[in-house]
């Protein structure tokens, strides 16, 4: 599976993106998809995650109501919807694809096969 992510950019406090992630490969529809982040000098985080079927959905708790995961199994697709943005939120996004999990929706970047390339959210202040 190869996963393709898009959508990031340059947006003010309290502006909205949407990120989405293309993916190619048979099984995408057999994978729990999630989105990490990476901000400058941290460590990577889980940010939203929704198993094969999107009936499982899961989000950090800095979400807190602002970002909307979801996916499109018929056009490979998964999409984060980021609302009300804030400077914190600055980081390169990820998507990434776990092949061992279908129902669960694991929180560590270790349970995670595959990996798209990053589209960076900048928030200005």
């Known amino acids: 599976v190869q996963l393709q992510a898009s959508g990031g950019g340059l947006v003010q406090t309290g502006g909205s993106l949407r990120l989405s992630c293309a993916a190619s490969g048979r099984s995408f529809n057999d994978y729990t998809m999630a989105w990490f982040r990476q901000a400058p000098g941290k460590e990577r985080e889980f940010v939203a995650g929704l198993n094969s079927n999107g009936g499982r959905i899961t989000y950090a708790d800095f979400v807190k109501e602002r970002f909307t995961v979801s996916r499109e199994n018929a056009q490979k697709s998964v999409y984060l919807q980021m609302t009300n943005l804030q400077p914190e939120d600055t980081a390169e996004y990820y998507c990434?694809?776990?092949?061992?999990?279908?129902?669960?929706?694991?929180?560590?970047?270790?349970?995670?096969?595959?990996w798209g390339q990053g589209t960076l959210v900048t928030v200005s202040s």
């Open positions: 990434a694809g776990a092949a061992r999990f279908s129902a669960l929706v694991p929180r560590s970047d270790k349970d995670y096969d595959y």
